[in-house]
Structures are given as C-alpha cells and as structure tokens.
C-alpha cells in the first residue's frame, strides 16, 4: 500500500492560483498512474510515461505534473473559478493492461485525505 499525503489547498479568490502537491511513500507500479479527484470525479490524470489527461471543465487552466522522482505529483491551477471548489483527492494505482491510464476511479488502490480548495467571486 502506498501513502500519499497532499498540500497546498487553500481559498483564494476567483482568478487566483493555488498548486496541489501529492507526496507517494514509494515508487511502484502502483503508482504508475496518479490522479486527482474532485467530488468523485477525475480532475486531472498523470501516466508515468509522460500521458496526460484533464477534464474538459479544467484543460488550459491546470497542470498536473510529476517531479523527476516520480514521487511527488502536482497540480497547478491557474484561473481559478468558484466551481473550482471542494475537497481534492490525489490517487494512485496501476495501468490496466492494454491501455493507458483510465478514470474510473476503482483503479486508484491509495487515496490521500484530500485537501480543500475554495474559490471565492
């Protein structure tokens, strides 16, 4: 089991940036693919190779992002918007076979405590 423990949430105003950090105890094929999720649904996607994935209601204002150790994942978020807000959960887990990262959230097998981002007009 990996743990993953996030920062960086926080309230700010409509417009503003705030960047999500999500630290991994460990590299595995467990954390090949790393997420974050707001209310359930996937936000943004990370694949260890490179792969990128974004819900439409975010491209162009986020970033996810991993360091060079793979370890620690990131989320830029600029432009922010009042329905940017709630309770992001970093995630990780495996590839499916055959295929690259997915969003359905049942393969994420480590979740962190999420953190609160709150965005104000």
Known sequence: QVRLVESGGGSVQAGGTLRLSCTAS?????????????GGEVVAISDIDGD?????????????????????LYLQMDSLKPEDTGLYDCAAGP??????????RAWFRSWGQGTQVTVSS
């Open 95 to 104: 590839r499916p076979a055959g295929s690259g990262c997915t969003r359905d």
């Open 26 to 38: 460990k590299n595995s094929y467990t954390t090949t693919c790393m997420a974050w999720f707001k």
């Open 52 to 72: 990128t994935d974004y819900a439409d209601s975010v491209k162009g204002r986020f970033t996810i992002s991993r360091d060079n150790a793979k370890t620690t």
